[in-house]
């Protein structure tokens, strides 16, 4: 096991925590995020506008995939299936 594999598997459970969370609390977070915003933009005398806003849909972007992350097509929580395993074995003659 490398490096990089031993570090997700310990990583693991701290995203499905974060996820959890996200799904828990996006509506505080994303009202946080808003206020926040606000209160950049009056402090900066609205300078930065177009900077803070398209920071703060990023991070409202970023927050809602966290929340969707294990939720099944239909909306219904749990992991989503796995995709189809590629077929093995050489392909097809033509």
Do not use: C, W
């Not at 490096?3 to 990583?11: E, I």
């Not at 009202?31 to 005398?45: C, F, H, I, N």
């Not at 969707?68 to 395993?85: S, V």
Request: no cysteine.
């Amino acid at each position: 096991m490398g490096l990089f594999d031993n570090m997700k598997a310990r990583l693991g459970p701290a995203k499905d925590k974060v996820s959890d969370l996200a799904r828990q609390h996006g509506g505080k977070v994303s009202q946080g995020l808003d206020k926040a915003a606000k209160a950049v933009d009056e402090r900066t005398k609205h300078k930065y506008s177009d900077k803070i806003q398209a920071g703060t849909g990023k991070a409202k972007d970023a927050m809602d995939r966290l929340a969707q992350k294990d939720e099944h097509p239909d909306g219904t929580p749990g992991a989503r299936p796995n995709p189809p395993a590629p077929p093995q074995g050489p392909p097809p003659a033509s």
